[in-house]
């Protein structure tokens, strides 16, 4: 049997909630000291070389970079029509940075959450179970369904199941709802929904790009991990943009291509704050198809806002060999982590 809260505790946890002051599983998070300002911090010019390609923003990998951590292709949609998703919610403690380790909240052990692919028509089966030791939820951006009935908690030790079906294609984020939702998106529960329209889009190489921010506690706690600075994220200053989880990753790890080759890219901005300004340098985008939009698609342009909460796939065609950076175009943005490679290598 499934536990909700009942609606009066969660209107009235939502109204505490609306205040700057943080709930009381924030406030137990260690002390911190407010951040500093970002117009003190400067750049290390000196002990930090500058990449050697114009917008690079990181060091990019050699030529026989390892594979990312974070496998940014998009899984194959399956053929059945009805998709069962079971997702497990933990916490647990995820790299987001060289040397930096984060106490998140998290959809399956992963941050950002699996990417998800189905097909306009599909019927999502889906199940959360509550591993942790606080109330969780799960809004689907791609589904029409009423949040009062689906959206709710499910407490420590239970779970939920509903079903959808996905009309509208596009590119969807998905996330915990759980009041204060800021809380629970910066801690990492987010995620793509990639749903492609009825008559396929012509075949390319697809990557899944999910922008997110980490603000972090100024002290680690017993593990090395830091956590939340509820006052940080409140104040805009997040340490570290990055895209699929981890600052720079597909700059050290290049994402390998053909020249001419059709890339579709589906780029979803978790947030909780920032709009990306998504570009890829060299390049200019054949189409643009913004969130669920399939008849107009902007033609020929160099970069668009996808709004936090919203998502834009993206076609182009890189037209010779080398290293082409993506990143958001809101350069303070791209030095803190959201910053890659698309590497376009000639076949031999």
Request: glycine share 8%; with cysteine.
């Amino acid at each position: 049997m499934i536990k909700r809260l009942g609606l009066a505790a969660l209107l009235a946890f939502g109204f505490a909630c609306r205040s700057s002051t943080p709930p009381q599983h924030a406030r137990e998070a260690p002390p911190t000291s407010p951040g500093p300002s970002e117009t003190n911090v400067q750049p290390q010019l000196v002990d930090t070389p500058p990449a050697d390609v114009s917008h690079g923003e990181a060091q990019i990998g050699g030529p026989n970079a390892s594979p990312a951590p974070v496998d940014a292709r998009l899984p194959p949609a399956e053929p059945a029509r009805l998709r069962r998703i079971r997702f497990e919610v933990s916490h647990k403690t995820i790299d987001i940075a060289p040397g930096v380790k984060y106490a998140a909240w998290t959809f399956d052990g992963v941050v950002p959450g699996p990417a998800l692919h189905i097909r306009q028509g599909d019927t999502v089966a889906f199940t959360l179970v509550n591993r942790t030791n606080m109330p969780h939820s799960m809004d689907f951006h791609a589904a029409e369904i009423a949040p009062s009935k689906y959206y709710v908690n499910v407490v420590p030790g239970d779970s939920l199941h509903y079903r959808f079906v996905a009309r509208v294609p596009g590119a969807f984020m998905y996330h915990c709802g759980t009041a204060p939702t800021a809380m629970h998106i910066a801690n990492g529960m987010y995620g793509a929904l990639i749903v492609d329209p009825a008559t396929p889009r012509p075949r390319a190489k697809e990557f899944v790009l999910v922008q997110s921010e980490f603000y972090l506690s100024s002290k680690p706690d017993a593990s090395g991990a830091k956590s939340l600075d509820w006052s940080r994220l409140l104040g805009l200053v997040p340490d570290h943009i990055v895209f699929n989880g981890r600052a720079d990753q597909y700059a050290t790890h290049p994402l390998d291509v053909r020249p001419n080759q059709l890339l579709r890219l589906y780029v979803v901005n978790a947030g909780p704050n920032r709009i990306s300004s998504f570009h890829v340098v060299g390049g200019i985008f054949e189409r643009v198809f913004q969130d669920g939009s399939q008849a107009n698609p902007l033609i020929g342009v160099q970069t668009v806002n996808v709004p936090v909460g919203g998502g834009s796939i993206f076609e182009l065609r890189l037209r010779e060999p080398g290293d082409y950076p993506f990143v958001t175009h809101a350069f303070a943005d791209a030095t803190k982590g959201a910053v890659g490679v698309l590497r376009a290598i000639a076949a031999r």
